[in-house]
């Protein structure tokens, strides 16, 4: 995998299934890959989770439309540019817009938010991580001036993403939308939970070679975390372990991909960020909602929103890279894997 970056489906699943094997062959291998493409740099985008209104109703996630116990709110566009100014001055050069499917933003609301932060932070990345819209929609945010869409495949198995979600959504739209989001050019990133509910190791082979197929700027992936008021709230966890090894054959099958060392590996393991860097990751999205609204953007159970996890915290966050031999950067961060 290191050499031709690839593997067959049956390859796949035969080390998912025998995990603990090699791991630390595959750790040093994957974080030899990121050093010979990113250095030992970190990338840091800051999350503004700016409504957690949404029509779907994904079976797993906290702050689908059924939940009546979700505290619902928005974000003004005077409070998002405020989070925007406020995260310049930390050092964001990546602003990361994400939230439910709240028809209230339409693509005008949008695409006024967004020039607007494209005219004031010119040397800033936006990235949106809004869910399915349009061709239309997903290009006239991009002319105003969103550069880069996070999108997560969730998974590849058609019947594996009927598990996870209402007959209303579907695989094939869910990737017909990062189709079209490449199309337009934007930066896509795609992902997946690891450890969902029904999930096979064949399914995880086939969201690996999804990836190789799509070839993303970016990949997604945490652990599944049960949230108490959804279908899933007695399902179990998924693991960091899991979570890891994928990360580090992600970092080898696409080497030159951006891999964040998500919140929620975070999580489920108070070192996750650390360990993920060391598993191949290099970014981090600290959260930069304002604090009063953290809380309701529960998408999980615990979810982290302050301490390390919190874009002011973030000189205690280069400590703790530093401390593992890596470094934050103030940049851009694009994607090598073009
Ligand atoms: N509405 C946007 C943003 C979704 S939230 C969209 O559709 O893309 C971002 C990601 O959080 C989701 O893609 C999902 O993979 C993840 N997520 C949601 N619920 C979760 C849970 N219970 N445990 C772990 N991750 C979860």
Not at 195 to 201: L, R
């Amino acid at each position: 995998l290191a050499k031709s970056h690839v593997l067959s489906r049956e390859e796949f699943s035969f080390l998912l299934d025998n995990i603990g094997e090699e791991d630390s062959y595959l750790y040093e291998k994957a974080r030899e890959a990121a050093l010979a493409n990113y250095g030992n740099k970190i990338y840091v985008r800051g999350l503004m989770e700016f409504t957690n209104y949404c029509k779907n109703d994904c079976f797993y996630c906290g702050i689908r439309k059924s939940n009546r116990n979700a505290n619902r709110y928005r974000l003004t566009k005077e409070q998002i540019l405020s989070c925007c100014e406020m995260g310049y001055a930390l050092g964001f050069r990546t602003f990361v817009l994400q939230g439910g499917e709240d028809g209230s933003f339409t693509d005008d609301r949008l695409t006024d938010i967004i020039s607007s932060i494209r005219t004031r932070w010119s040397d800033c990345a936006i990235t949106l991580s809004i869910g399915e819209r349009s061709y239309e929609s997903y290009k006239q945010l991009y002319d105003a001036g969103a550069n880069r869409f996070l999108l997560r495949h969730e998974t590849y198995d058609d019947t594996h993403y009927g598990k996870l979600h209402p007959p209303a959504l579907s695989a094939a739209r869910r990737k017909q939308c990062l189709f079209d989001l490449k199309k337009i050019g934007y930066q896509v990133g795609t992902g997946f939970m690891v450890g969902s509910p029904y999930q096979t190791f064949e399914n995880l082979a086939d969201d690996m070679l999804f990836l190789k197929e799509l070839n993303p700027q970016m990949v997604g992936i945490g652990p599944f975390i049960p949230h108490h008021d959804t279908p899933f709230a007695d399902q179990k966890a998924g693991s960091a372990d899991l979570t890891l090894f994928l990360l580090g054959l992600i970092r080898l099958l696409l080497p030159k991909v951006l891999l964040p060392a998500t919140t929620a590996l975070g999580t489920i393991d108070s070192d996750g960020r650390e360990k993920g860097i060391l598993a191949g990751a290099n970014v981090i999205m600290p959260n930069l909602s304002p604090p009063q609204v953290r809380e309701k953007y529960l998408l999980y159970d615990s979810k982290l929103c302050t301490g390390d996890e919190a874009a002011e915290s973030l000189r205690s966050l280069k400590q703790r890279i530093q401390n593992i031999g890596y470094e934050i950067t103030v940049s851009r961060g694009d994607s090598l894997n073009i």
